[in-house]
């Protein structure tokens, strides 16, 4: 069983499950971040926030959540360096010669998925100082403006809105996103192939799940904080 781990498919294996994971959650939570959209008193986005901040299933997802974007770096590390070590000692100074490097068989998204999940993980650091830590930690005089609903409801909507009004913080939602959307394009797709759901008749579609899944979640993350900053400057 240890020796699957180890193996190129067994970590390939785990990537699949990881990232499945990992987009049920982003589905869950652009579902939730829609609210900002759709009612601009922000009570159903607060009250959403609040469920998900205190319902004791979500409170167990959370760390299995934690575990599942870990893993599934260190696996990606682990596949990208062993890919890297066996391209030097088949084909040593290989990287000197750029144009060999690029397969024509292999689109711009499959050669770059490290480097788009470092893009990523970049912007979830930030995003998760900015938001995640100030609603569960540190506090800012934004969570505590008045909502509403009851008091005991933090104004997450004040704290996103706010931060959304800065053409900077912006962009780097706007890259972030996009950055997601090229990762899950070819992400989905290779992850249905690891897990043999893959085969001829299939592929089609399962190449089309992978372009609506990426649009959708890619598309909606980067609208959400554009929308909110359109509306702040007209
Ligand atoms: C429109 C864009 C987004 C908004 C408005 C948004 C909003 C938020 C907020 C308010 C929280 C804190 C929730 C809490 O602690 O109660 C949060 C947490 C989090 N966000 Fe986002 N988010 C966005 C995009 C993303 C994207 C693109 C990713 C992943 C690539 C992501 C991953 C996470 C994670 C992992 C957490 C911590 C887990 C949790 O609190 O449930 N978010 N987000």
């Not at 190129?8 to 959650?25: A, E, P, R």
């Not at 997802?61 to 990208?80: D, K, N, R, W, Y």
């Not at 893959?198 to 959400?224: D, E, Q, Y």
């Amino acid at each position: 069983m240890s020796n699957f781990f180890v193996s190129s498919i067994g970590k390939k294996f785990v990537m699949s499950v990881t990232g499945m994971f990992l987009i049920l959650f982003l589905i869950v939570h652009l579902t939730v971040n829609s609210m900002i959209i759709i009612d601009d008193t922000g009570a159903l986005f607060n009250k959403a926030a609040h469920f998900m901040a205190t319902n004791p299933i979500i409170k167990i997802i959370e760390p299995i959540l934690a575990i599942g974007v870990i893993l599934h770096i260190l696996f990606a590390s682990l596949i990208t360096l062993q890919n890297q070590l066996k391209r030097d000692i088949n084909y040593p100074g290989l990287r000197r010669y750029k144009k060999y490097d690029t397969c024509a068989s292999t689109n711009w998204q499959s050669r770059n998925m490290y480097i788009l999940g470092t893009v990523i993980l970049t912007f979830l650091v930030i995003h998760l100082i900015n938001f995640f830590w100030k609603i569960r930690y540190t506090g800012s005089p934004l969570l505590e403006q008045p909502t509403i609903l009851s008091s005991e409801i933090k104004n997450v909507y004040a704290l996103v809105t706010t931060r959304f009004t800065t053409w900077w913080y912006v962009l780097i939602y706007v890259i972030g996103a996009v950055a997601l959307g090229l990762h899950l394009y070819h992400g989905v797709w290779s992850a249905f192939q690891t897990l043999g759901w893959s085969n001829r008749k299939w592929r089609k579609i399962l190449n089309v799940i992978g372009v609506i899944i990426s649009v959708i979640l890619g598309g909606g993350f980067a609208f959400i904080p554009l929308f909110v900053f359109i509306k702040s400057i007209i």
